[in-house]
């Protein structure tokens, strides 16, 4: 079944304990992301991949780190957690994007982070 | 910058009425416009999309045409069920950072 996967899906953590959350796709995709979402805020872009060894900032980055070292893995890190950092993160994966950002973007199913 | 506005809601219907979710958006060039939906505890899926100017999507019963003239991509349906109780999500997808931009999101219940 193709698929994005998350890990994991809940996570409660102190402020500064640094922690992971990893993303899976097995779709093949070049484009990887991750989002978080906030009430109020909707849906703000942190990172995006365009393909291994490519990242870049999305709208959202300060705080947070990614890699990609392989086609099919995007982690995202928070090297030091704050409370602000609470929130409930997806990551999403699509074929590169199109001369028209035609290619759908497919999500996990969300990681939800509580930062005390 | 590129922006997308949506209605707000929440909106409350009964269910076979006829739904419509006002979005909007504001954007350099002719972007791809998607409407995705997110039932309670899930993730995002894609509901349609539309990737030209007149161009409609349609899914489940769900349609919304890109209208260049007023840059607009309402969602439509004609007879909502309780099933489809959710938040709907209208986007625009960058070409250039290849990233959505999604409005704030529509929660609709559907009351039987």
């Known amino acids: 079944e193709a698929q994005v996967t998350q890990n994991p899906r809940y996570l409660i953590t102190v402020t500064g304990k640094k922690l992971t959350v990893t993303c899976s796709q097995n779709?093949?995709?070049?484009?990887m992301s991750w989002y978080r979402q906030d009430p109020g805020l909707g849906l703000r872009q942190i990172y995006y991949?365009?393909?291994?060894?490519?990242?870049d900032k999305g709208d959202v980055p300060e705080g947070y780190k990614v890699s990609r070292k392989e086609k099919r893995n995007f982690p995202l890190i928070l090297e030091s957690p704050s409370p602000n950092q609470t929130s409930l993160y997806f990551c999403a994966s699509s074929l590169s994007p199109g001369l028209a950002g035609e290619e759908t973007q497919y999500f996990g199913p969300g990681t939800r982070l509580l930062v005390l | 910058g590129d922006s997308v506005t949506q209605m707000e809601g929440p909106v409350t219907l009964s269910e076979e009425a006829f739904l419509t979710i006002n979005c909007t958006y504001t954007a350099t060039g002719y972007p791809s416009l998607f409407w995705y939906v997110q039932y309670p505890g899930e993730g995002l899926q894609l509901l349609l999309k539309a990737t030209k100017a007149d161009d409609k999507g349609s899914n489940k019963g769900f349609e919304a045409t890109y209208r260049k003239e007023t840059t607009s991509f309402h969602l439509e349906k004609g007879s909502v069920q309780v099933s489809d109780s959710a938040v709907y999500f209208c986007a625009l997808r960058r070409r250039s950072q290849g990233n959505l931009i999604f409005g704030k999101g529509t929660k609709l219940s559907v009351k039987p």
């Open positions: 991949s365009m393909n291994v060894e490519v990242t």
């Open positions: 779709m093949n995709h070049e484009y």
